[in-house]
């Protein structure tokens, strides 16, 4: 069975702080893929990021980043100097080429709150 | 522009009674999923569609219904059997299940309240 589990579920930090979402996944699949989401006030998911299980090469897009670590099941992401747009609810998610459906598997999400 | 669309935003339904979400998508995309969403909780997968008159169930299948007569379309009925509906419904798309390049993209959701 796949599991994704987000430990923190609420951040506060003060604008241009330095954040990390974690982001723990379980599956006993060789291919998988990881997501993050991003759910604004609005209620929308917005994609982020897909990341492929065989390429563990971290990734960087402004001042978002994803640290891929196959040795410990994780997936976490760092927004750098946040600001109070970065304000929702972060959803890491996981699938894998199984069973027919490429459904996604979410965690329960990081409510992140950036304080000017 | 392309995109997925949803409505209505808000919705109010009296118990006893089937409501219809409606989405649709001018993405092109060939499969189509239904997702709820209750507060705290991650997403869950009610229904999903790969091709046009062809669906599967989810997690959460029961007290839903759908039909997939095009391929831009993809309405869900929430009948008097489903015991708690009310909750956010997020409607995705995607290319095709399984493409290297596959990532599943949202609408905007609709609040679905029961009274």
């Known amino acids: 069975a796949q599991k994704v589990t987000q430990a923190q579920t609420e951040i506060s930090v003060v604008e241009k702080e330095d954040v990390t979402l974690d982001c723990v996944y379980e599956?006993?699949?060789?291919?998988?893929?990881l997501f993050w989401y991003k759910q604004p006030p609005s209620g929308e998911l917005v994609f982020l990021i897909r990341?492929?299980?065989?390429?563990?090469q971290n990734e960087i897009s402004g001042r978002y980043s994803w640290n891929f670590q196959k040795s410990t099941s994780s997936f976490n992401f760092t927004i750098t100097a946040s600001q109070v747009v970065d304000s929702a609810v972060y959803f890491c998610a996981l699938t894998f080429p199984g069973a027919g459906s490429y459904q996604l598997t979410f965690g329960k999400g990081t409510k992140l709150s950036v304080i000017p | 522009d392309g995109g997925i669309t949803q409505s209505p935003k808000y919705l109010f339904r009296k118990e006893g009674q089937n409501v219809t979400l409606s989405c649709e998508q001018n993405?092109?995309?060939?499969?189509m999923y239904w997702y709820r969403q209750d507060p705290g909780q991650g997403l869950r997968l009610i229904y999903y569609?790969?091709?046009?008159?062809?669906?599967q169930k989810g997690d959460i299948a029961e007290g839903y219904s759908v039909s997939r007569e095009k391929k831009e379309s993809f309405p869900l009925t929430v009948t008097s059997a489903q015991k708690n509906p009310t909750a956010f419904y997020l409607c995705?798309?995607?290319?095709?299940?399984?493409?290297?390049?596959?990532?599943?993209?949202f609408g905007p959701g609709t609040r679905l309240t029961v009274l």
């Open positions: 569609s790969q091709i046009v008159n062809d669906f």
């Open positions: 990341r492929n299980s065989f390429d563990e």
């Open positions: 599956t006993r699949d060789t291919t998988y893929y």
């Open positions: 995705a798309s995607s290319i095709w299940p399984g493409a290297s390049t596959d990532t599943q993209y």
């Open positions: 993405l092109n995309h060939d499969a």
